[in-house]
Every structure is written in C-alpha cells, then in structure tokens.
C-alpha cells in the first residue's frame, strides 16, 4: 500500500540537509542517519506526517514513537523533566539512550506519536547529520527505525531503501551507523526508573548512576514499550541460538573464534563492533537466502545484552 512514490537518496552535504530539513518541514517523511539505526523522521507536530509513518512502516498505530530533538532545552518545552531525568541527561544525552517522560500539556507533539499515552518517548541523538538535520528543521522530529513493521532495522542507507523505497520521500545517506542497535529506554515517568528496553547505552551505565532498574516485563497485552513483542527485528530464516556446533544446513553466524562461520560478528569478540555488525549481517543473512541460521554463544554483558535480546526476538516462533 502506498508504495507511489520516488524516494530520493540524498548526499550528506548542505544541500542534501537543506532539502531533507525542508521535506520534513513541509509534511514529508525522511530517513535519516543516528549512531544507533536509522530512524524514518517527520514533523511530532503534523498528524498527517506522523499518519505517513505508520503508513509506510505498516505500523499498528497503538505503538508509538520516540521524539527526536536537538538538546535538553529543546526537550523541556516537550516533556517534564525531573531531577533524575536532569542527571541521566547531562550525564548520557547527545547518545544512544531515550527517556520516557511525562508529556506537558499543550506540548507541540501529535496523540498518533504517543498514541494515546500522557508520557512522551524523547532522544537526543549524538550524530552529526542528525543533530544538523534537527536544528535545521527547527521542529521536533517523530522518528521510529526505518524498516517495515517486525523487519531487521537499518544500520545502512541501502537497508532503508530496500525496505522502504517508494514509500518514503528521501534518506539522507550518512553511510554505516556507528553503535548498530537501537536506542536503550529508560523510563523516568513513573515512581522508580524502569528499564523499557536494552539497548546501545549499556544497562551498567544507568545501574551506576541510579541503583538497580526495574525491569519488570508489562502485564497484558499493551505492552508500554512494543518494540519488546516477542517476535520483532526477524529476518527471513529461522534462527538459533548459543550454538556451539552447527547441524549440516545451517549457516552461522559466528562470534570469537567460531569456526566456519559465514559472518563473524567479531572475531576479536568484541561486543562492540558486534553490534555495529548485527543488523548488517541479519540483512546480508537474508541475502544469501540463509534459511536456517545458527548463532555463536554471546556474553551477556554490556551491549552483549541488547544484541541477545535482538536476537532472542529474531529466534522466537512467529505467524
Ligand atoms: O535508536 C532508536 O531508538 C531508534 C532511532 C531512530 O532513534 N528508534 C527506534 O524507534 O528504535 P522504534 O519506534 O523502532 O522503537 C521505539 C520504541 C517502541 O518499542 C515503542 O513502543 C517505545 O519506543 N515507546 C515509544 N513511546 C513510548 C512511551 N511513551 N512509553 C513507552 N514506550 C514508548
Ligand atoms: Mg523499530
């Protein structure tokens, strides 16, 4: 559905920021480079906007999306901000963390952003071209990872033009993203601070500062951070995990010193460089055609965490 129209690559230069800010400005919709994925941006205040979103992701519109701004100042006129939120931010933002604060009233920002919530999904992100899109743009920029709805997100231009090509009106090509995946969320809304997602800020990073994080997973059906249904960031075959010793047929996916992997996460078993390659290697995975895909063991520490939970949802059974 809604697959009409050119999508345009756009150089990382100044004329290339000048029409992707404008685009935006004007109701479009642009994927754009973060240090974590990339994110498939358009203007929090323009419901029609935030609507193409959900449209060309083929989102279900109960799950909302994280508000991008420039810096803190830029997030006060959004949400409020308490003290342990004042903490974190000096401490982590620009970066790869959102916080989940309660929303203003009257706050510039679309109900289909929040769907519904009276708490708003907020990030400063630390790239250049994104920071330089923002403050061109001069409006805060709903953007949730540019790839159709359950699909591996792009770390890549490339991964947002095979995915949403003809959909979209642009992506402002800022080459590979640097961290590789999404953002960790915390929230800050409620009585204690409760950890929504793993992600490219390490858990340890927040624990140090702020004592043991809830992470108590939702009850019922609405979970309040979606991105956590079971089966998401999947590629097309089937995955298996903590493998030591392929069966004949599977392709691995190695980490360390695995032998006969097909791609290497890292082979200096480095977690980071792991997770700027993962969702690269799931999207070459499914180039190749792999049908069954084994994966290495990997620790379960630091960003080892957040690459384990994108895979364990890229294992788990789907429709
Ligand atoms: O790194 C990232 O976070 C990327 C880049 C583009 O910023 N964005 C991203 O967006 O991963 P998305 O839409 O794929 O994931 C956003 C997650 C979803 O799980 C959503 O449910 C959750 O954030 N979320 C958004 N607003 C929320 C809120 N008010 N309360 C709780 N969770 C929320
Ligand atoms: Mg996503």
């Not at 941006?41 to 994280?66: C, E, H, M, Q």
């Not at 409020?80 to 604060?101: D, I, Y």
């Not at 071209?129 to 790839?147: D, E």
């Not at 009850?219 to 590629?235: E, F």
Request: proline share 9%; aromatic share 2%; hydrophobic share 45%.
């Amino acid at each position: 559905p809604d697959a009409d129209r050119e999508t345009v690559l756009l150089a990382a230069d100044a004329a290339g920021l000048a029409r992707a800010a404008a685009l935006i400005r004007d109701g479009g919709r642009v994927a754009f480079p973060t240090e974590t994925v990339y994110g498939l941006g358009a203007d929090a205040g323009n419901g029609d906007a935030v609507a193409g979103i959900y449209a060309a992701k083929g989102r279900p519109s109960f799950n909302p999306l994280i508000v991008h701004v420039a810096d803190l100042a830029a997030a006060r006129r959004l949400c409020e901000v308490p003290r342990a939120a004042e903490e974190v931010a000096a401490a982590f933002w620009p970066g790869p963390l959102t916080l989940v604060l309660p929303l203003r009233g009257g706050a510039p920002v679309s109900r289909l952003v929040t769907a519904g919530l009276d708490t708003l999904a907020i990030r400063v992100p630390a790239h250049p071209l994104a920071q330089a899109l923002l403050r061109a743009a001069g409006v805060p920029v709903a953007a949730p990872s540019a790839n159709p709805s359950g699909r591996i997100s792009p770390t890549r231009a490339a991964h947002v033009m095979d995915g949403l090509g003809g959909r979209i009106d642009a992506v402002l090509d800022g080459g590979p993203c640097g961290v590789g995946v999404e953002s960790t969320i915390l929230s800050l809304a409620g009585d204690r601070p409760r950890l929504l997602r793993e992600g490219g800020l390490p858990a340890e990073a927040l624990e140090a500062m702020l004592g043991p994080l809830d992470r108590t997973p939702d009850a019922g059906s609405a979970p309040s951070a979606p991105g956590q249904l079971v089966s998401h960031y999947a590629p097309r075959g089937r995955v298996r995990l903590g493998v030591t010793a392929p069966e004949p047929g599977e392709t691995l996916l190695g980490f360390g010193s695995a032998a006969g992997a097909a791609i290497n996460l890292s082979e200096a078993g480095d977690l980071h460089e792991a997770a700027a390659r993962l969702f690269d290697a799931l999207h070459a995975l499914d180039a190749m055609g792999a049908e069954r895909i084994a994966v290495s063991p990997i620790p379960e520490t630091g960003l080892g965490r957040a690459i384990n939970d994108r895979l364990r949802r890229a294992a788990a059974p789907r429709d």
